[in-house]
């Protein structure tokens, strides 16, 4: 199963000022043929889409890269994926500073200096899709292939914080960042304020690096405490799922975690956010995103509830169609 062969990887960058401002993209190889058709199902879901990942490490693990995604790509590169998965991408983005790997910054060469807080990890990651969106046709527009969004820990945070459309200036616009038809987190911190009281404290450091100490911050951009609707934020959710995917032996995110932001996002499920949680995930905090099998095996549930909500919307049309005819 696990193959990369079929895929070509390209090193891009999409900033100049940092190292971190790039991305890896793994493509098929050979030109896509036509798409594969289930026999006797006409309707298959024929819907490609690009799976884009965004890593964790709470914002300033210099040992997490954009390479992590490659353990859950190689069980998903295998040739019979291509019918399904446009392509994969994987985001760097500019880390904070981190007490065990100190940098100094009379020596560093700038573009090596890890000193990023808030809102540059996310303006980052907003760039990025800009980027993909520009180059590979990655978006929630017409003629765009749709893609899955899915993160780690605090990549989680960093992709509802997108969907949010946590404020962040930057050098791309609103509308330049395209919505994801999925957002999938995996052990995903959704609620810094919670979380780090119920570890009493524990987070505090680690959460100010990239926060900095004011707790009003950590609450705005905790997707949990979302003022706003997602449901308004989040061009295409009716046709979209949110996927909370989770190991109960996480060593470091507590179930309540999970619970709250399936809580949070059931408060539109009238308003077309469709969500799907999965508390049976085996594994560390870590484990789980270097498991290419877990990984995998959560991304093609989040295209199959994908296609059931495709299934559903198009019996419906189905429906209204015959209503409007008799
Ligand atoms: N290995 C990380 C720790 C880390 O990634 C982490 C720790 C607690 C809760 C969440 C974490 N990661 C989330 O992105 C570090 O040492 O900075």
Redesign the pocket.
């Known amino acids: 199963m696990s193959d990369t062969r079929n895929l070509k990887y390209t090193l891009h960058t999409y900033g100049t000022d940092n190292e971190l401002q790039r991305l890896g993209v793994w493509r098929w190889i050979r030109p896509s043929a036509e798409q594969h058709s289930v026999p006797g199902d006409p309707d298959a879901p024929k819907t490609k889409y690009w799976l884009v990942y965004i890593h964790?490490?709470?914002w300033?693990?210099p040992r997490t890269t954009h390479l992590q995604a490659k353990s859950a790509i190689t069980f998903l590169g295998a040739e019979s994926n291509r019918a399904r998965i446009a392509g994969f991408a994987s985001l760097d983005y500019r880390l904070s500073p981190?007490p065990?790997f100190p940098q100094d910054a009379a020596t560093t060469p700038p573009a090596k200096l890890r000193v990023a807080k808030h809102p540059d990890h996310l303006a980052d990651v907003r760039c990025a899709l800009a980027f993909l969106r520009r180059e590979y046709g990655v978006g929630h527009g017409e003629g765009e292939t749709p893609y899955v969004l899915y993160g780690h820990?605090?990549?989680a945070t960093l992709a509802w914080q997108v969907v949010m459309g946590v404020e962040c200036g930057g050098p791309v616009g609103r509308d330049a960042v395209p919505m994801p038809a999925a957002v999938v987190g995996f052990q995903g911190?959704y609620d810094l304020v919670g979380l780090n009281r119920r570890f009493k404290g524990a987070?505090r450091d680690?959460i100010a690096g990239a926060f900095g100490d004011d707790e009003e911050v950590w609450k705005e951009v905790s997707p949990v405490h979302f003022k706003g609707k997602f449901s308004e934020t989040w061009t295409g959710c009716e046709k979209g799922v949110a996927v909370l995917a989770y190991s109960p032996q996480d060593e470091?995110?507590d179930m309540p975690e999970i619970d709250g932001m399936e809580a949070r996002l059931k408060e539109e499920a009238n308003a077309g956010i469709h969500v799907q949680t999965r508390r049976d995930l085996t594994g560390g905090?870590d484990e789980v995103a270097e498991s290419g099998r877990t990984v995998a095996t959560v991304l093609v549930q989040s295209i199959a509830g994908l296609d059931n909500v495709a299934r559903i919307w198009k019996m419906t049309e189905e429906l209204m169609n015959e209503r409007v005819s008799n």
């Open positions: 964790g490490g709470i300033r693990d981190h065990e820990s605090c990549g911190m987070y680690m470091w995110i905090h």
